[in-house]
């Protein structure tokens, strides 16, 4: 009996520490995952960026814990052609997966990354514009690379899922579970980034050196994630403008065009076709004239209500403005003593611009 009793005994200790290591592994994902260490969802991912109009050569996705938003985990990968590109390991928790081209700060800056309410992607600071006409509180950035995205807002990892995925030979997924598995696989991303065609129509454009400069003042200067919009903070970017062309049967009036790409509208959603810019949008001009003691032209327009939104092919919506230069450029006489008709390519480096009136 003495020998019975012992077996028993060890048979049911051994059934105790069996049920306590089940137990253990239905609960042990509710453990902080300092706890339980390996014990996370393998997620499949895959990216296509077709509609976004560009190949990346990385994505970088970020998941935001649903109750605090702040940053659980940060999965960089490569990207391919493959249907699943990477398997990301994640907690068992409810997520927000925000999903970009390239590595954070590799093309353009992100800032505010550890919260999901303040990631945003932003234009980096011109220090040296060519013209510093602006203040201070308007600062001066340079042309934004093109950032494409795409947010998932409700991705939840079961504990159920971390077991599946851990070691699925064998078991048998619950009706969808594999479908939620694959939920980051095939995501699209859209750009954030607008193209703006800019076309100046000026007269007396035969008495001016190219390329013009312009100042374009008023646009956003990042993007938020969170709200998909771009920010409320005006800034001004420099660029020059060149593709002169002469209208039919003049040899002095014409157009000069570009195109540049900017953070849109402040406020704004890039898919937005109706936005209401709530502040002016205004554009300075500088042109270097043909005589011999290079005078140079500045003048400015308002562009508030000159600006079309068109849809986008890739997302964000087209923005074309089409405005005329407020004044004649005044008829010189060339350096030289030539026709003015040449393109005489200008270095703004070495030209010392008075900042006076126009």
């Known amino acids: 009996p003495q020998v019975r009793k012992r077996i028993m005994k060890r048979i049911y200790n051994e059934y105790t520490v069996l049920m306590l290591a089940v137990a253990l592994l239905f609960s042990s994902c509710r453990r902080p995952i300092e706890e339980v260490v390996g014990l996370r969802a393998v997620i ?3 990216t296509l960026w077709e509609k976004a109009g560009i190949a990346p050569q990385n994505v970088t996705a970020l998941f935001y814990s649903k109750n605090d ?13 493959n249907r699943i590109q990477t398997y990301a390991y994640v907690p068992e928790g409810a997520y927000t997966v925000v999903v970009f081209n390239e590595i954070r700060g590799q093309l353009y800056g992100i800032r ?3 919260n999901l309410s303040t990631l945003e992607a932003y234009a980096t600071i011109n220090s040296n514009p060519t013209v510093p006409l602006r203040s201070g509180d308007v600062p001066y950035v340079y042309e934004p690379d093109i950032l494409a ?10 504990c159920a899922m971390v077991r599946y995925t851990q070691n699925p030979e064998g078991q048998t997924p619950s009706p969808g579970m594999q479908e939620s598995i694959e939920t980051l696989v095939g995501l699209i991303p859209e750009r954030k980034v607008h193209e703006l065609n800019v076309t100046v129509h000026v007269e007396g454009l035969n008495n001016a050196r190219m390329p013009a400069l312009i100042d374009l003042n008023g646009m956003a200067g990042a993007y938020n994630f969170s709200g998909d919009r771009s920010t409320l903070q005006a800034v001004s970017q420099q660029f020059t403008i060149n ?9 002095t ?23 209401q810019p709530d502040r002016q949008i205004a554009m300075d001009f500088f042109f270097i004239l043909k005589d011999r003691d290079r005078t140079v032209v500045h003048q400015q327009a308002n562009v508030t ?8 092919q890739h997302g964000a919506t087209a923005l074309e403005v089409e405005v005329d230069l407020p004044e004649r450029l005044l008829d010189v006489e060339p350096e030289g003593g030539g026709s003015g008709f040449d ?9 010392d611009v008075p900042l006076t009136s126009k």
């Open 44 to 46: 499949p991912m895959g």
């Open 69 to 81: 938003g702040k940053l659980v985990l940060e999965h960089r990968f490569e990207n391919s052609a």
């Open 112 to 114: 505010g990354y550890e």
């Open 149 to 158: 995205s795409v947010t998932v807002r409700d991705f939840e990892v079961s």
């Open 243 to 251: 593709n002169r062309t002469y209208n039919p049967g003049s040899t």
């Open 253 to 275: 009036a014409g157009t000069i065009s570009t195109t540049v790409r900017t953070f849109g509208i402040p406020g704004q959603q890039p898919s937005s076709l109706t936005p």
């Open 305 to 312: 209500g000159l600006i079309r939104y068109l849809p986008g």
């Open 343 to 351: 393109s005489e390519l200008i270095d703004w480096d070495v030209i």
